[in-house]
């Protein structure tokens, strides 16, 4: 199968809009349920979900000549959160298990600062292809990119207020990054196309 700017961004749009539907999932469902394995296999789905922006999203910053800062950010926050989701499937238990509450708050913090970070880029590239909607679009994508503009400030701000007071921003950052990453996803498969190349 031949790589195209076009195939590449489609394949993007569908892991991002999959990781915002599992973390909807998870604050439904996972967090609510007892026991492990649910957690597990929701991060474990998302570890995988994560690798397919960081990597094609830094080919595709390179081959898009529209968008490249949006592709960088895709890629460094795909890359943040699979850090994020690594250190709460490697590192959670055994934080647990050392029997410190300071050890496993280190680590817990730790993960959350990637997750806002993570989330704050998938912001600011909602910004960036809100904009190309807004230069290039129809009614529909103007209005798509208006409010995928406005949804990645908030997913900036929130999260940047999580990355500098922690834990007490979390709901309302990952809320906002949330609805973020999904108009992202919408909005690059209605603006990208292969003669951006």
Not at 24 to 49: C, D, H, K, P, Q
Not at 130 to 137: H, N, T, V
């Amino acid at each position: 199968m031949t790589f195209s700017v076009r195939r590449g961004a489609l394949i993007v749009a569908a892991a991002l809009f999959a990781t915002a539907l599992t973390q909807v999932f998870y604050i439904t469902v996972v967090s609510n349920s007892e026991g492990e394995t649910l957690r597990r296999i929701t991060w474990v789905s998302e570890m995988a979900l994560f690798s397919i922006p960081a990597v094609v999203a830094l080919v595709l910053a390179a081959r898009d000549r529209v968008h490249p800062l949006a592709w960088a950010a895709i890629a460094v926050g795909g890359m943040v959160n699979l850090m994020q989701v690594g250190m709460g499937l490697a590192m959670f238990g055994p934080a647990q298990d050392a029997g410190d509450l300071a050890v496993f708050e280190t680590v817990l913090q730790g993960a959350f600062f990637l997750y806002f970070h993570g989330k704050a880029m998938f912001g600011l590239a909602a910004i960036g292809f809100g904009l190309s909607a807004m230069r290039s679009g129809g009614g529909l994508a103007k209005a798509l990119g208006v409010i995928g503009i406005l949804a990645g400030l908030a997913a900036v701000l929130l999260n940047l207020l999580g990355m500098a007071d922690g834990m007490a921003w979390v709901q309302q950052a990952g809320a906002a990054g949330t609805i973020a990453t999904a108009l992202l996803a919408i909005l690059i498969a209605m603006t990208v196309r292969d003669e951006n190349a």
